[in-house]
C-alpha cells in the first residue's frame, strides 16, 4: 500500500509526519526541511521506502536531499522495530 503524507523535520533531525490535510504550519515552525513524502510498505522484505518531494508553502521551505533517506532510516529502525506485528495500513485506505 502506498500512502502520501506531509513531514517536517525538526531542528534535531526528528521527522514528524502527518496528514495531508493539515497545514506543515500547524504542526511546527522552526523547521529544516518540510514537504510531501510517498510512504510505501514491502511486506516481503519488512522494510519501508520513502521518496519525498515539494517544498511548505506555510513554512516557505522545502525538501533537503537527505530527507528520503532520514525519514526512512527512521520509520525502519523506530517505528518498525515497536511494532514489527502490526499492519500499517489497512486495505481499505
Same mark, same amino acid.
Given at each position: 500500500? @502506498?500512502?502520501?503524507?506531509?513531514y517536517?523535520i +525538526?531542528? +534535531? #533531525?526528528?521527522p514528524?509526519l502527518f496528514?495531508k490535510?493539515? /497545514?506543515?504550519?500547524?504542526?511546527?515552525?522552526?523547521?529544516?526541511? =518540510?514537504?510531501f513524502l @510517498?510512504v510505501?510498505?514491502?511486506e516481503?522484505?519488512?522494510?519501508f521506502s520513502?521518496k519525498?518531494?515539494?517544498?511548505?508553502?506555510?513554512?516557505?521551505?522545502?525538501v533537503a536531499e537527505?530527507?528520503?533517506?532520514? @525519514?526512512e532510516h $527512521?520509520?525502519? /529502525?523506530?517505528l518498525?522495530s515497536i #511494532?514489527? /506485528?502490526t499492519k $500499517? $495500513?489497512k =486495505?481499505?485506505?
Amino acid at each position: 500500500m @502506498i500512502k502520501i503524507l506531509k513531514y517536517v523535520i +525538526n531542528e +534535531n #533531525k526528528i521527522p514528524i509526519l502527518f496528514n495531508k490535510n493539515i /497545514t506543515h504550519s500547524e504542526i511546527l515552525l522552526n523547521v529544516i526541511s =518540510a514537504g510531501f513524502l @510517498i510512504v510505501s510498505f514491502d511486506e516481503i522484505h519488512g522494510a519501508f521506502s520513502v521518496k519525498c518531494f515539494g517544498e511548505s508553502s506555510s513554512l516557505a521551505v522545502g525538501v533537503a536531499e537527505e530527507d528520503s533517506d532520514l @525519514i526512512e532510516h $527512521f520509520l525502519n /529502525t523506530q517505528l518498525y522495530s515497536i #511494532k514489527r /506485528t502490526t499492519k $500499517f $495500513f489497512k =486495505a481499505d485506505e
